[in-house]
Each structure stands twice: as structure tokens, then as C-alpha cells.
């Protein structure tokens, strides 16, 4: 993160309050206390046993009958765990390390991940009763590397778990990073201790620690919404919902909400990092997630992430990522259902986490959207950037560019497409920070007046202000107002774009309201070539983002709706989309 002492001065971002609110570094908890099997379970009278400080299984003289798995009885999510191993026997030896795993009922075998353990099989990543196969290994000359570091017969396994990217350290060496691509998969289990069926040796496990990183939210709603922290609306529309058992396992609940919006508690976020919301819904017309800000008063802030959760006639999983405000220092997760028909039926929704992630898993999660999507083979000006040598300057010599997204909701998506974490991937150094600073339905017309421009950009201390949505009213001299008060108070570069995502029939009704119907049609007509020549004239960027969109439309063969939440706003797909756009202007030519 990198700040000025006027940002800082602004935004109090490491006063005593905020620091208060955030989640203490997390420390190594042991596993094992050498002794007993405290917080195991398995087969501790016939298969499992302690030995000189080590879990121990196996016999030279006798093969395992089956695979048997010692197992804790706590569950783990994103964590770091860390062990040491030791295998005696032939040259069939097998064993493993299971986490992110469940016991299969009624069976001795476990389904789950497995960092496996043997003379073919050091520092692989296993799927153990699910897929059967190694999801990924270590080459040849790693893993040598690997074992030339053994001590006494002695192996570290380190175990990294962070959302959908696993990483496997044997001995110091990374023999696998893997990112799940199956977001259906569990991202919590027990942690397992295996002896292969048919091994004739002894496996032996000793100082086993783990650093959990728990997930700032963590829902299952076994107990009344209200009694885990959430909160029912009371207006515009009184909630209704309540918590259910579901059908087919005793033992998982989830909520059903009928009406109104439920919100989660607060939780602690940080200036540009990003946070992972992941949870499982169903419902036949599908509902909508938001997130949103709370400032250091409580206040909550204009700029908000909302997304889509797609219909869905049995349990799909829902992901939604998002960076912190720099103003903020809370943020809420909120559920409803589909607010687009008043008669929607509930919306379902279980396994709720909201976890910290980094910028690569921001990129992973857009890039996943936008791989639902057709490509987007949109080919940028190669003219583009005469007025903006700075900025690129700064991506190329990877230091900090500050952006600044000044506008309407339409500006609000734009921004939570998360298209720096795009541009990080041409420009890796370069520091990229993007600030939403946006109202509803605003556009240049109520930032000129009364000296909006200083809070609404020149306090963020912007490198580039991008002027971008719908809601300017086809008024090219208010975008001009702003521009020039801009420069006035600050040297950064700027870019305007056009407004996209909302077809014209959404907002031309409006604006014919106010305008004879031929000198409004004709003024939205020339609209984009008027802003065009309004930039040339000031020296700004120019991107007409509505035709790229609906050149995109036309060549995309996929309705309105497969990119749009409502009539007016982007879902996840359509953000990806505009991220995408926004990633080719700015990449390398």
C-alpha cells in the first residue's frame, strides 16, 4: 500500500480505531501433544499408536488390510500446516496427508485432498475418493531436490490452503501450486493421517502444527439468522425469512429468505485489498448479493459492490469478490431475492465465508467470469494515450497509479470489474490502486457545483480521474466544467468515456422529457462524437465504451440479460466484460 500524508491525514487509515478492528496475526496451534490422541478420531486400538512422540502405523511384517485414516475432529478452511514424516519400508511404501476432507459415512474411506506421501508420490497432490487421480506434481529434479534435504529419514510437509490455490513444501521446496478450478468442491474439511491398504512398513507423523486463517464471516445458520449476527430489513420491505433444516442431511442448515434483504454483521476491511465472498443458493429466479462500506463514523458509504446469483434448481455455488474503499473501514454482506419480481419465490442459501484474499485471487475470480463469457476481441485505438505519458510512464516503470472512477453506478461497476487486477498482469511492478467515488445517478452536472470535485477526486490525491457512466445528461458542457476544475486543483490526466451497459430505451424516455422529441433524439445521436471533440479540445482522453459494448452485444449471440442483474446494471458477467475492455485499452501496444 502506498500513501501520501495528506491521504493518510484524510482518511485516519491506521488510527488507534482502525487497528482495533483488525484480526490479530495468527499464531501455530499444535495438532498433537506427542502423548495422547486428543482431538483425533480413528482407529486408535488396532491401527494407530504412539510411539516416542510420533504418530505411528503399519508393520514391517504385516501389510495394512485397507487404507485407514487417524482424523481430527475439528474442520479447517484457509490454513498453514505443518508436519514431519517418516516412512519405513520397501519400495512400495504409500501414505498421505488428507485436508480439506470429510469421513465417507459408513466406510473407512475419506474423501478429499491428500498431499501424498511415498516412493512415487512425495510432494504430489492427490483427490483421494473423489477423482481419483494426481492433480498435480512435482518435476522430476524438484522433487530430488526435495529429498536431498531429509534429516534422519525425516520429511517437512508444509500444507497451504488459501481459497481455490493449494500449495505443497517438501523439505523447503515447492513441489506443487495448484488453483482448483471446480468451485463446487468443499474448501473446508478435517485434517487426515493416512497408512495405505496392502503398505508393509510404518509411516510416522510428529509435530504437527497449524495456522489457521479463518474466514472473517462464517455462516452456516444453524441457529436463527439474528442469533449469528445478521440483521433482517425493516424497510423498504420488512424481511421474512427463517432458518430450515434441509432435505437429505440431518446435520446442514441454511436460510430461506422470503422477503426483504438480511444483512451480516460487520467486518473489518483494508484500504485497495481484497475480500472473497463465497456461499451456496438455490432458487428458481435467483436473488442478488451486495456489499457495502461503512466508514470510520459508521456512515455508510455511495459506493457498493451488487451482483446476480443465478437461478438455480438445486445447490450452485456464488462467489463475489471485492476490494476495500479506502474510506472504509467496515463492510456488511446483504442477501435477497430476485428484486426484479416482486412475486419471486425464496431464495435459498447456505455455507456463507467471506475471507481475505490476494490480488491474484481477485484476477482468478475475474478471469473465471470472463471465461463464461464469449472473448472479447475488442481492438482499442492505436492512437489512444496521447494525453495520458504519465500514467502509462508509471505502468511501464511499475510505480504507483492512483485511478480515481468518478460517475454513476454504471462508473460503480466499471470499478468492481476489477480490471487493475488485469492491468497488474501487463504491468506487474506498478503499484495500481483504483478509488469508486460515485453517487446514483449523478453525473458531471452535480460534480461542477459547489466545489464537489475537491472531495469527490482531488482529496484521493488521483495520478488519472476517469470520468465514466449514463448519467450525464447529455450536458458536454458540465463534463468540460469538471474537467477544467480538475486541472485547476490537481495534475493528474484524464479520460472520459461513454456510458455503457444500459440500452437506450432505459434512459431516452427520460431524457425526451425535458427536450422537444427531435432536438433530444438528435442531441443523444451526436452525444458520443460531441464528447469526442470536447476532448480533443481540452487534451483529455477520450473512450467511447457504449460502442465497444454494443459491438461486443451485437458479436456476443447472448441476450441482454446472460450480463445484465436488472434493466440498467451489470451482473458478474457484465462487469468481466467491461473489465475486459478497460484491460485492453490499457495494455501494451
Known amino acids: 500500500m502506498h500513501l501520501s500524508l495528506t491521504m493518510v491525514a484524510r482518511s485516519a487509515w491506521f488510527s488507534v480505531a482502525t487497528l482495533a478492528l483488525l484480526p490479530s496475526a495468527p499464531a501455530a496451534e499444535s495438532l498433537f501433544d506427542g502423548k495422547t490422541f486428543a482431538g483425533w478420531n480413528g482407529d486408535t486400538a488396532t491401527v494407530w499408536r504412539i510411539e516416542d512422540g510420533a504418530i505411528v502405523a503399519g508393520d514391517p511384517r504385516n501389510p495394512a488390510l485397507q487404507n485407514e485414516f487417524l482424523a481430527t475432529n475439528r474442520r479447517f478452511g484457509d490454513f498453514e500446516l505443518r508436519l514431519e514424516y517418516r516412512l519405513d519400508c520397501g519400495a512400495d511404501c504409500n501414505a498421505g496427508v488428507q485436508f480439506r476432507t470429510a469421513r465417507v459415512p459408513g466406510h473407512h474411506e475419506v474423501i478429499g485432498y491428500q498431499a501424498d506421501i511415498g516412493t512415487a508420490f512425495d510432494g504430489c497432490l492427490y483427490d483421494e475418493s473423489r477423482r481419483n487421480t494426481i492433480l498435480a506434481k512435482p ?50 474439511g478435517v485434517v487426515a493421517l493416512q497408512i495405505h491398504g496392502k503398505m508393509r512398513g510404518t509411516v510416522r507423523y510428529r509435530n504437527i502444527t497449524i495456522t489457521e486463517r479463518p474466514p472473517l464471516i462464517r455462516t452456516d445458520f444453524r441457529l436463527a439468522p439474528s442469533a449469528e449476527g445478521w440483521e433482517g430489513s425493516k424497510e423498504p420491505e420488512v424481511f421474512a425469512g427463517d432458518t430450515v433444516r434441509l432435505a437429505g442431511d440431518s446435520d446442514e442448515h441454511g436460510v430461506r429468505i422470503a422477503k426483504g434483504t438480511l444483512s451480516s454483521p460487520r467486518f473489518p476491511v483494508e484500504p485497495f485489498h481484497y475480500y472473497r465472498l463465497e456461499l451456496l443458493a438455490k432458487g428458481p429466479n435467483g436473488g442478488h448479493v451486495a456489499a457495502s462500506f461503512v466508514d470510520g463514523d459508521g456512515k455508510e458509504l455511495v459506493a457498493d ?30 442477501l435477497r431475492r430476485n428484486y426484479n419480481d416482486p412475486a419471486a419465490p425464496p431464495l435459498e442459501v447456505k455455507n456463507v465465508r467471506i475471507r481475505k484474499i490476494d490480488a491474484a485471487g481477485a484476477a482468478e475470480w475475474a478471469a473465471d467470469l470472463a471465461g463464461r463469457c464469449p472473448v472479447v476481441r475488442f481492438e482499442p485505438a492505436a492512437d489512444r494515450w496521447r494525453y495520458l505519458p504519465r500514467t502509462m510512464a508509471k505502468f511501464a516503470a511499475g510505480e504507483r497509479v492512483r485511478i480515481v472512477m468518478l460517475g454513476d453506478s454504471i462508473c460503480n461497476d466499471t470499478s468492481n470489474s476489477l480490471y487493475e487486477t488485469l492491468l497488474a498482469r501487463h504491468y506487474p511492478r506498478a503499484a495500481i490502486e483504483v478509488v469508486t467515488s460515485v453517487r446514483g445517478g449523478t453525473g458531471c452536472w452535480y460534480y461542477k457545483e459547489a466545489d464537489r470535485v475537491q472531495p469527490f477526486v482531488v482529496a484521493y490525491r488521483p495520478d488519472l480521474v476517469i470520468i465514466a457512466g449514463i448519467s450525464h445528461g447529455f450536458d458536454v458542457e458540465s463534463i468540460r466544467s469538471v474537467i477544467r476544475q480538475i486541472r485547476a486543483q490537481s495534475d493528474c490526466e484524464i479520460l472520459v468515456t461513454t456510458g455503457a451497459i444500459a440500452p437506450r430505451s432505459v434512459f431516452e424516455p427520460e431524457f425526451v422529457k425535458h427536450k422537444p422529441a427531435a432536438i433530444a433524439l438528435d442531441v443523444m445521436e451526436r452525444f458520443p462524437d460531441m464528447m ?30 446472460h450480463f445484465a442483474r436488472d434493466r440498467i446494471h451489470a451482473n458478474g458477467r457484465g462487469k468481466a466484460v467491461l473489465g475486459r475492455m478497460m484491460g485492453r485499452y490499457f495494455s501494451p501496444k
Not at 443465478?310 to 456488511?332: E, I, M, N, V
Not at 479540445?537 to 441476450?559: C, G, H, I
Open 139 to 188: 518435476t522430476p529434479e524438484t522433487l530430488a531436490e526435495a529429498r536431498a534435504k531429509a534429516k534422519d529419514g525425516w520429511n517437512e510437509y508444509v500444507v497451504r490452503c488459501e481459497g481455490p490455490r493449494i500449495r505443497l513444501t517438501v523439505n523447503g521446496v515447492e513441489t506443487v501450486d495448484y488453483t482448483e478450478p471446480d468451485a463446487s468442491i468443499p474448501r473446508e
Open 305 to 334: 459492490v451488487y451482483d446476480q446469483i443465478d437461478a438455480a434448481p438445486s445447490w450452485q455455488p456464488s462467489t463475489l469478490c471485492f476490494r476495500g474503499h479506502p474510506d472504509a473501514r467496515q463492510a456488511r454482506i446483504h
Open 532 to 561: 469526442a471533440t470536447m476532448c480533443r479540445e481540452e487534451k483529455v482522453e477520450f473512450f467511447d465504451t457504449r460502442q465497444a459494448w454494443n459491438d461486443y452485444m451485437l458479436a456476443s449471440y447472448q441476450p441482454y440479460e
